[in-house]
């Protein structure tokens, strides 16, 4: 099956040209691209979080495939669920389903089962498409929403995933889409963003799940992220650096109510 895009023309240009222009703006070329084992990207409409996105992608050495995994918002579908099989349709083009690590992640896992049904309208994977394809057009990617639970199922996803990549004979990168702190003064966000970045760039999921509950920190996609870590601790990870952070009140000019974005690379 085809998934079609449902936030084109929203959350970013409809057309194709648009589109390229756009990213074009929002990529640094002239930065070094690094190998990564995974990155946190955020996933808002690109003229609020499009820099801290282009800042991300712009440092990363593409691989084959791209497993991003994104927050449920719509509450659809399945509870962990990975689309393996079809493609995804953007404004610059489909982008096939690698089915073959699709597959043995779904093998791998307890919990993650094939469901379209909750990627039909969510928005969160979306948004990070048309980034892997400007930065390469032949990328692949394997799609995965995730929904709340306990620690001990994102670190048993986590395992999963890497027994997967590690078992898969192509290179491949993590995504995880994530917006920061949601509808706050400025200030505000900033302060409980950097306890949730900082214990991201510590690697240490358990800490980042803690702060979210403790603090109240309304990051929508901490499930991706703690499943990230998790994941790129198993495939090697040594460290994180935080990339870019703002706020939607950076762009918009209103910093009474804002949405926090953090870009942040693992190796």
Not at 108 to 127: K, L, N, T, W
Not at 205 to 229: H, K, N
Not at 231 to 256: F, H, I, N, R, W
Request: hydrophobic share 40%; with cysteine; aromatic share 8%.
């Amino acid at each position: 099956m085809v998934r079609q895009p449902v936030v084109a023309g929203q959350f970013y240009p409809g057309t194709r040209d648009g589109l390229r222009t756009m990213i074009k703006k929002l990529v640094d070329e002239g930065v070094e691209r690094e190998e990564v084992l995974g990155a946190v990207s955020p996933h808002a409409g690109y003229i609020y979080s499009g820099y801290v996105a282009g800042a991300v992608i712009s440092r990363i050495r593409p691989g084959d495939v791209f497993v991003i995994m994104g927050p449920n918002h719509t509450g659809m579908g399945k509870a962990f669920a990975i689309m393996a099989e079809g493609s995804w349709r953007t404004p610059l083009g489909d982008v096939e389903i690698d089915s073959g690590l699709a597959k043995m992640i779904l093998g791998a896992s307890d919990y993650i089962e094939e469901d379209e049904v909750a990627h039909r309208f969510e928005h969160s994977i979306e948004v990070q498409v048309p980034f892997l394809q400007y930065l390469k057009p032949d990328i692949r990617i394997v799609p995965i929403v995730l929904s709340q639970a306990r620690l001990a199922i994102y670190r048993e996803i986590g395992r999963a995933l890497a027994e997967a990549i590690k078992g898969y004979g192509n290179k491949v990168v993590l995504m995880a889409s994530s917006d920061m702190t949601h509808y706050e003064p400025h200030e505000s966000a900033r302060k409980k963003d950097r306890q949730a970045i900082d214990a991201i760039l510590k690697l240490d999921e358990e800490e980042l799940v803690r702060r979210v509950t403790e603090i109240d920190i309304s990051m929508c996609g901490y499930a991706p992220v703690t499943c990230l870590i998790s994941a790129c601790k198993q495939l090697g990870a040594k460290t994180a650096e935080l990339v870019k952070y703002q706020t939607s009140g950076d762009t918009s000019g209103d910093y009474s109510s804002v949405v926090g974005y953090a870009g942040i690379i693992v190796k």
